[in-house]
């Protein structure tokens, strides 16, 4: 059974910085790829970052240069570090593999 549990979200300040966690079970991250997926209120769920098998990256041109999408091998678990947040990154933020998905974790940039 495939689980992904999300973590590290909360409330931050703009500019500030968090590091969400994804934790897999039942396969192994480090096979296939895997991703980080947003949904504002009232919007449709979009794609964030993405890391392939071969360690290739790559971001929404949103996020670009200041989010980063990685893996931990020994721990099984995939991390997005966010930095120089902004209030329109608000949204819950979801691990996504094929058709596995996370309960997601709220983001909220306010002041």
């Known amino acids: 059974q495939v689980q992904l549990v999300e973590s590290g979200g909360g409330l931050v300040q703009p500019g500030g910085s968090l590091r969400l966690s994804c934790a897999a079970s039942g396969i192994i991250v480090t096979i296939g790829t895997m991703g980080w997926y947003r949904q504002a209120p009232g919007k449709q769920r979009e794609w964030v970052a993405s890391?392939?098998?071969?360690?290739?990256?790559n971001y929404a041109d949103a996020v670009k240069g200041r989010f980063t999408i990685s893996t931990d091998n020994a721990k099984n678990t995939v991390h997005l570090q966010m930095n120089n947040l902004k209030p329109e990154d608000t949204a819950v933020y979801y691990c996504n593999r094929w058709i596995y998905w996370g309960q997601g974790t709220q983001v909220t940039v306010s002041s």
């Open positions: 890391i392939t098998s071969g360690n290739t990256v």
